[in-house]
């Protein structure tokens, strides 16, 4: 189990590897908007701050570019902790 906690947030939720960081945190009452669940849409791209995820399943090829992908921008449906995670809040 790892701890998942947003900079902004006073809330941490214990999420596993292999378990969606945006279920579990809507599970915990975060309420993260989200749209596809599938990796495509973009509704609940973050940055993760400090820690490392993975996916679950890989998003769709044209959701992250590059620059997204250097600058730590997960897609929160498809992610999964690989270590305790610092995530910012949702973009706009």
């Given at each position: 189990m790892?701890?998942?906690?947003?900079?902004?947030?006073?809330k941490?939720?214990?999420?596993?590897?292999?378990?969606?960081?945006l279920s579990?945190c809507?599970d915990?009452?975060?309420?993260?908007?989200?749209?596809?669940?599938?990796?495509?849409?973009?509704?609940?791209?973050?940055?993760?701050?400090?820690?490392?995820?993975?996916?679950?399943?890989?998003?769709?090829?044209?959701?992250?570019?590059?620059?997204?992908?250097?600058?730590?921008?997960?897609?929160?449906c498809?992610?999964?902790p690989?270590s305790?995670?610092?995530?910012?809040?949702?973009?706009?």
């Open positions: 790892y701890k998942v906690k947003f900079k902004n947030k006073d941490i939720i214990m999420v596993q590897k292999g378990e969606s960081i579990k809507n915990g009452g975060l309420d993260i908007p989200f749209a596809c669940l599938q990796g495509m849409c973009t509704t609940c791209i973050a940055t993760v701050l400090e820690g490392k995820t993975s996916y679950i399943e890989e998003p769709d090829q044209d959701s992250l570019s590059e620059e997204d992908i250097k600058n730590n921008k997960v897609l929160l498809v992610a999964t690989e305790d995670l610092l995530i910012d809040e949702i973009e706009d």
